[in-house]
């Protein structure tokens, strides 16, 4: 429970940051640029996949992509 | 193909062309293949190659389908198929002499004198992923899905799930998710004592339970720019030692290996992953930068860099050069060895993964859409290098005349098409 605690507060502060950054508003007729699929977040998701397939097998590390995923007895 | 053509001259193909031309040969495109009117649905097909120099190899086709509902809605089905080949080091140290070693399937492997001794394994995997988007309102959208994968010695059974709000005049996106998965081990002829001369105590399987957990948030920073923070929590119980590794026993008069133990580890791990990125238009090109701070109660922490630089051809076309810079700290159970005689702790490995290391990756994708196929080629290269702690202070005798960590090379090469119909 205290680790969750901590958790949540770590990410409340982490999305304050973000709130704060960049205070300037975007206007809907402003984000041509935004909307092509390139400037999303993860453009590839099957090459992202592949990627964290062989760096999970390879590493010790894991996380911070997304939730869930297939297991594997690789590592 | 196209080919430039001058008069008097001899034709001359591009390197675009080239590319276009190798990528096809390879994933063997018919091209009778042609475009329809009205896209609704998605084929993605992935091929991975992968090889390590000397040890690993893995071959694993993907198949994605994707079908679009009314209102928004998706679902998609992945099926995956690795075939995993080669030798990867058993834990144990070298010796002095030529070391021979059977897997637990009857392969015999022999080690040269001061080589790391490997042990061979064949494996192959069957995954089958499925995902189901639906939009809750004109804000709000939920993913569900779930996966089942199977090898020879491992089985994992799970669901995910994730809900995405859209807050503050859509500037900000918050995520919120999580998922499950029930996980078995069950080793080959059967699950040895930890710490032990390799004592069968169990023949039948053993749980591992995975709990995941992510809080997402992602924010429009200008016309051109979007950053994100993700923070995941994985909470890992159950059986989580490495069955096949071992760790070896060192003379204490000149460091030979004299004998092994088997590898145990903790049966919990939490681990905790923040990652940084943010996605940067720049007049054409685009930026990719992500940053992840990693830390576990194996007390295991790591920095990851990745960077992505996306340079479009043309409409049809981009190369998108990459660099991404690892390094882990090891866990506090990580032993290079045992001395002879000396007390052994709870837990210990000697598996390099978890010892203290480096991977440097770079590489490149290339993409285009080809004038006579409808859809898009997708071809990307990476060489991986990673590097060991070879000389360890608790290394003694023989020992520290090896390097007990070689680095080893990677090259891995993805071939994908996708296309709409």
Known sequence: ?????????????????????????????????????????????????????????????????????????CN | MRLQLEPGKAPKVSLRDALHGAALALLMIPATAQAQSTPSDRIDVTSLLYGEQGRTEVVEPVVRFTHL????????????????????????????????????????????????PVAPFHDERVELEGTWHKPLNRLVSSDLGFHVSREKDYQSLGINGKVSTE??????????????????VFPTGGTPAGLSDGTIVKLGSNAKNVTNVLLGASRIVSRQWLVAVNSTETLERGYLTEPYKVISIMSHVNGTP?????????????????????????????LYTSYRYYWDTWSIRSHTIDLKYRHDLGDDSYIEPLFRYY??????????????GATL????????????????????????????VTGEITL???????????????????????????????????????FDY
């Open chain 2, 167 to 184: 807050l503050m005049r859509r500037l900000l996106t918050v995520t919120i998710g999580g998922g499950v998965s029930h996980d078995t």
């Open chain 1, 1 to 73: 429970m205290i680790k969750m605690t901590r958790y949540l507060w770590r990410f409340i502060a982490t999305v304050a940051l973000l709130l704060v950054a960049g205070c300037a508003t975007v206007q809907p007729w402003d984000r041509d640029l935004l909307a092509e699929k390139k400037m999303s977040l993860n453009p590839s998701p099957m090459l992202q996949a592949v990627d964290e397939h062989i760096y999970f097998s390879k590493e010790a590390s894991m996380g911070g992509m997304d939730a869930g995923g297939g297991g594997c007895g």
């Open chain 2, 345 to 372: 702790p709870d837990f210990a490995t000697s598996d390099y993964r978890l010892g203290r290391l480096r991977t440097i990756t770079a590489g490149a994708t290339y993409s285009f859409r080809p004038d006579f």
């Open chain 2, 327 to 340: 390094q882990q700290s090891a866990a506090s159970f990580y032993t290079v060895g045992f001395v002879e």
């Open chain 2, 258 to 286: 004299i004998g092994e133990l088997t590898d145990k580890r903790p049966s919990t791990r939490n681990r905790s992953a923040l990652l940084l990125s943010s996605v940067y238009h720049l007049t054409d090109d685009v």
């Open chain 2, 69 to 116: 509902l009314p209102d928004g809605q998706s679902v998609s089905a992945q099926l995956a198929f690795d075939v995993i080949t080669g030798a990867s080091p058993s834990g144990a140290l070298p010796s002095g002499t030529v070391q021979t070693r059977t897997s637990a399937s009857g392969h015999v492997i022999t080690s040269k004198a001061g080589q790391i």
């Open chain 2, 380 to 418: 990307r290269g990476q060489y991986m290098r990673q590097f060991g702690n070879g000389s360890p202070s608790n290394a003694i005798g023989i020992q520290r005349n090896f390097d007990l960590s070689p680095p080893v090379n990677i090259v891995a090469v993805v071939l994908g098409y996708s």
